[in-house]
T-cell receptor
Framework: AQTVTQSQPEMSVQEAETVTLSCTYDTSESNYYLFWYKQPPSRQMILVIRQEAYKQQNATENRFSVNFQKAAKSFSLKISDSQLGDTAMYFCAFMKLDNDMRFGAGTRLTVKP | DTEVTQTPKHLVMGMTNKKSLKCEQHMGHRAMYWYKQKAKKPPELMFVYSYEKLSINESVPSRFSPECPNSSLLNLHLHALQPEDSALYLC????????????FGEGSWLTVV
């Protein structure tokens, strides 16, 4: 069974600064997908970024980027130029090829003005 | 348009009631999902439908009964629930192909009294 571990229950960052959220996972699969989702107080799950395991290049989406280390089974999210609207719960997720997606416990990020 | 619509947004039901949660998407997605999320916890996968067939059932109690009438609709029928079943129920959809991004609805808040 796949497990996803987010070791930072809570983090905070000053507005305009950079923060990195950690995620590790355990799997015996060779092909899979990794995601970061954001869940603001409205509880809507919003996709932040996605990474295919077969791609060595790290995914980027504007201020969001990942550091994907396949051998180490690590998938961290870096948020640059943090904004107040980035305050949310962030979930790391692992998906097998059969659409089975599992989430980590989440990291609550607070961006302070 | 990446919209998944869930109704009702809030539902209060007694333990002897029968009710249903509904989910609809018009993106042409062929996979649909139900997740359950308790407060301060990550979403937990309940069911996956792929091409209108149930492909994953995470050993969910029979008091939860999913139904996929067509590729755009997904229902979750509720009967004889317990207070501990109170949670946010998230519907989601994806193209159903390998690793396609899953898009979530805003959720249905269920309270069992």
């Amino acid at each position: 069974a796949q497990t996803v571990t987010q070791s930072q229950p809570e983090m905070s960052v000053q507005e305009a600064e950079t923060v990195t959220l950690s995620c590790t996972y355990d799997t015996s699969e060779s092909n899979y997908y990794l995601f970061w989702y954001k869940q603001p107080p409205s509880r809507q799950m919003i996709l932040v970024i996605r990474q295919e395991a077969y791609k060595q290049q790290n995914a980027t989406e504007n201020r969001f980027s990942v550091n994907f280390q396949k051998a180490a089974k690590s998938f961290s999210l870096k948020i640059s130029d943090s904004q107040l609207g980035d305050t949310a719960m962030y979930f790391c997720a692992f998906m097998k090829l059969d659409n089975d997606m599992r989430f980590g416990a989440g990291t609550r990020l607070t961006v302070k003005p | 348009d990446t919209e998944v619509t869930q109704t009702p947004k809030h539902l209060v039901m007694g333990m002897t009631n029968k009710k249903s949660l509904k989910c609809e998407q018009h993106m042409g997605h062929r996979a649909m999902y139900w997740y359950k999320q308790k407060a301060k916890k990550p979403p937990e996968l309940m069911f996956v439908y792929s091409y209108e067939k149930l492909s994953i059932n995470e050993s969910v109690p029979s008091r939860f009964s999913p139904e996929c009438p067509n590729s755009s609709l997904l229902n979750l029928h509720l009967h004889a629930l317990q207070p501990e079943d109170s949670a946010l129920y998230l519907c989601a959809s994806s193209w159903g192909e390998d690793g396609n991004t899953i898009y979530f609805g805003e959720g249905s808040w269920l309270t069992v009294v």
